[in-house]
């Protein structure tokens, strides 16, 4: 049997489906301007001389400087660093967030929310204050005896990481917290009464049930923190130089457009990576979940 | 499989000025069906998961046979419990879901693997083992659930409201394949519900909850037929509570108690099917509805007071000729007429 259908009809349907799309113009027109053309640019930048001839000079040079090298490894290892210990304090806090009753749950959320509302450049700078070698976290190291001379927290590695933890925990934290607080609280009963201990819980339906919300939390810290810049630059006292700071050097001390854009487009290709890396991880977790669990 | 029996003394739960459990005690013998029966609030969930462990009573005691399980931790008690929304783990599949509690255990795989199966069998999920549970219905579900609540041979099993979301065929079917189940692993298990049909059905003894009280723990006919208070005889199905002065008795005997409860179905109107000793209720016909297997009339005494009366369709031949307002008279045998021991409260 088919149905015929009145043309009017289907006239509706499409206009109704038409219409929700072009709810969508306004965001693709700013993606479009604001995205994608800046980065044709780059791509066309990068194969420019400074005299506007084409070449792959640009890359030559970039690629072949031990500094380039080493801002890849410092933007790895700044990413990496933050993103495990934002995993390994950020994901037993949404735990205890997500167990909490609502009341204290909504206090300590705004605890964990207040830093977000405060300007970056405040935030960095005030970590200037408590890390400086007579800051107030060296003050009270000394004075109370606990170590002889201050500790080098600023200036380097240490100080560049804690600045950029302090910056990505909440944005790590929000997805986490919102997965594991949608878990149906019978299914931890029906663990439990089948015999399964916290750690048990915890690990055979916690985790996995919450290993999208980490990922997604994940996915956000990587892209943050691939092009971090305002944190290294201050915190990193001219020592810590991921593809960023080099960016900038190149753009500001330099005026070299074609090195910034090639710098740029290792940053653009990085993230790319990560992501593809992301995707496989994700996948594979959510094999190993069932296999697991397939006692 | 040993079952055990299941003390609950003096149990009281409040929470703020709610009281949810009051000074409850009861008996479970080993192998027993108990089934909790109340409306909302009444307090049979927080029993039910007070005994699991999930709620921790302000007083009181619980004892799994010899051993006081009340500050026992909830995974240390050995108790098999289905949930109301069946809280089966979405990141698994079947399989995974029913073997877990063994896989706790260190079960060996190959075994806990083939236990998990003859499980499923059991509860007829053959063939559904890898299937995902998303792709489950209801009713797939809720067997899914049962089989890994007893997969791990608990000592007793507790199921809350279990068949709730099912539509009526299927919740009717499984209400006597728990039953079965039951009968076949005689294991201690105590059945919460607010559905007094079901109650009745898959019982060995009900206990009707009330405000975190216990009204009554008895056999389900006994619950029917002998309510010992007027919740309880209006919350089993449609009771008449009549004073001893709107009735009389056919022989002109007075009519003795103090609260009386008639069943709706108990009434016949020919006074041929009914003994000597039958009282009869007169009245006006108010209203009458045909409900499929009997007609629901609603007469009004000469008090003032409505009394339903329930005719099976196949005695009723007259039922459709009746008119609203003609006074009639509705008999009830002197053996389903229940003096309630309590007051008219």
Redesign the interface.
Known sequence: MTVTVDPALAGDARRERRFFLSLSLPALFIVGLAAILPILWIIRQSFLTTGGEYTVANYSKVLSSGLTWSALVTTLELSLGTLAICILLGTPLALALASARPRVANLLMAFVMLPLWTAILVRTYGWLVLLRRDGLINAALTGSGLTAEPLPLVYNFTGTLIGMVHYMLPLFLLPVYAAMRDIDPNLIRAAASMGATLGQVIRTVIMPLSAGGIFSGSVIVLIYSIGFFITPAVLGGGKVNPLSTRIERALSTFQDWGSASVLGILLLVLMALIGVMLLAARRLLAQNTVAASHA | MKSLPITIDSVSKAYGSYVALDDVSLDIQAGEFLTLLGPSGSGKTTLLMAL???VRPDSGKLLLGDRDITRL?????????V???Y?L?????V??NV???????K?P?AE??QRALATLARVKLDGLAERNVAALSGGQRQRVALA??IV?EPRVMLMDEPLSALDKNLRETMQYEIRRLHDDLGITTIYVTHDQREALIMSDRIAVMNSGRIQQIDTPQRIYDRPSTRFVAEFMGEANIVAPGSVRRIDGAEASGETLMIRAESFHLDAKLVGSDAVALEGILRAKAFRGENWLLTLALDGGQEVLVCIPAALAGGCAELAAGQRMTAYAPAAKVHAIPGAMA
């Open positions: 699991a462990g999930f931790a909830p995974n240390k008690r050995d108790i098999g419990i949930f109301q929304n809280a783990f979405p990141h698994m599949n399989l995974a073997a877990y509690p063994l896989a706790l255990r079960t795989r806990a693997r890994r609540a791990f």
